[in-house]
């Protein structure tokens, strides 16, 4: 991973827990549209200063997701370098709302991997209430997938002819909560879906489901759109190069590990949306719900806004004859009013 090399944001606080000894990294990257937004991300890196590369990037990321989806917040993250012989579970909660708290509600957070919507009920007691997605029999809007696979399809749709879904050949990475919620839907809709994960495990749901499964690599497969729903990184200037999908749609965060291998897509004739408008839905949705007052319809109607969001950017880079990329962060920069 290549380190950050310059700081881009307004807070970076990098704290020892005090209970339970993991280091944690919460990084505002702007509040100009309003508090910072982001998700607590739970997991071991290779270093703790590859956490805070993590947390930094992510955070700008959220930034580029709100301004996007319309959003009055700003970016932040959380992330929890988890140590190999992990951690006890409440001290490390408690540590992480006692450094949100710090921040005095110029960020709120939501569950990310390695978080739970259980553990945002217990950030959300501890931290004045700043968390997100706390489960609905608590008071919050639950777990966010369903709406982040709404705004995953509804990006998909802006990306497709129209009425193509049926009989198109879609490969999704990974089938966790949001791309088995994804599968569903294109199975539904007639698309011929065919999924891959590296848990093994998984794989009878899948074909009850109605999907093949294979452990090829889907990104080198031919497909009228891959779906990358497992990590972040998936897209690099060798994996662009050999990539034989025409439509590149998911909600992994971070996709490409560099915005060059987008240009490499587009001289493909590939066709990207970027992850900071196709994963926006169940942000959208919960701060929609919690925060804004709106009701379940109006939220919906929010997160299928995704589809004319994406429309715009695909308008703007085919114009231009840009990335994909630089076409959502003209569009954000103009709407951050930075550009
Ligand atoms: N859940 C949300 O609301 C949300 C919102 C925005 C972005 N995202 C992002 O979308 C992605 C999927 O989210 P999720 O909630 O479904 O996560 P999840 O943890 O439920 O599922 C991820 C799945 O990917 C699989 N996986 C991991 N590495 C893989 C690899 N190299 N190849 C194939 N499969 C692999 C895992 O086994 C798992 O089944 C994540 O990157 C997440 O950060 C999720």
Excluded at 9 to 21: A, F, I, K
Excluded at 46 to 58: E, F, I, M, N, T
Excluded at 266 to 277: K, S
Excluded at 308 to 316: F, Q
Aim: proline fraction near 4%; charged fraction near 20%; glycine fraction near 12%.
């Amino acid at each position: 991973m290549n380190r950050t090399e310059s700081f881009e944001g307004e807070v970076l606080r990098v704290v020892r827990g005090t209970r339970s000894g993991v280091p944690i990294a919460v990084a505002i990257h702007s509040t100009e549209r309003g508090p910072a937004i982001g998700g607590c991300r739970i997991k071991p890196y290779p270093s703790w200063r590859d956490g805070v590369d993590d947390a930094l990037r992510l955070s700008a990321a959220m930034t580029m997701k709100c301004a996007l989806a319309g959003l009055p917040y700003g970016g932040g993250k959380t992330v929890a370098v988890l140590p190999a012989e992990g951690a006890r579970r409440r001290d490390l909660i408690a540590d992480i709302a006692e450094a949100i708290s710090a921040l005095g509600g110029r960020y709120r957070t939501g569950p990310d991997i390695g978080s739970t919507s259980e553990d945002m009920a217990e950030i959300h007691r501890l931290a004045h209430g700043w968390a997100f997605c706390r489960p609905e029999a608590q008071g919050g809007s639950g777990t966010s997938s369903a709406a982040t696979a709404r705004g995953v399809l509804a990006a998909l749709r802006a990306g497709v002819a129209p009425g193509s879904v049926a009989g198109s050949r879609v490969g999704v990475i990974g089938f966790g909560s949001v791309g088995r919620l994804v599968c569903e839907s294109l199975l539904a809709q007639g698309a011929d879906v065919v999924v891959t994960d590296v848990d093994g495990e998984l794989r009878p749901v899948a074909e009850q489901l109605g999907a093949s499964w294979t452990t090829a690599d889907l990104v080198r497969e031919r497909l009228d759109v891959l779906v990358p729903a497992a990590t972040g990184g998936l897209l690099t200037a060798e994996s662009a190069a050999a990539c034989g999908a025409s439509l590149i749609v998911g909600p992994a965060n971070n996709q490409l590990v560099a915005d060059e291998v987008a240009t490499v897509l587009r001289d493909r004739g590939i066709t990207w949306i970027p992850d900071v408008i196709a994963s926006a839905g169940g942000i959208i949705h919960a701060v929609g719900r919690e925060e804004l007052g709106w009701d379940e319809a109006a939220a919906n109607a929010k997160v299928d806004a995704i589809a004319d969001t994406t429309s715009a950017v695909l308008s703007r880079a085919r114009e231009r004859g840009s990335t994909t990329v630089r076409a959502a962060r003209e569009l954000a920069a103009r709407l951050t009013g930075t550009g």
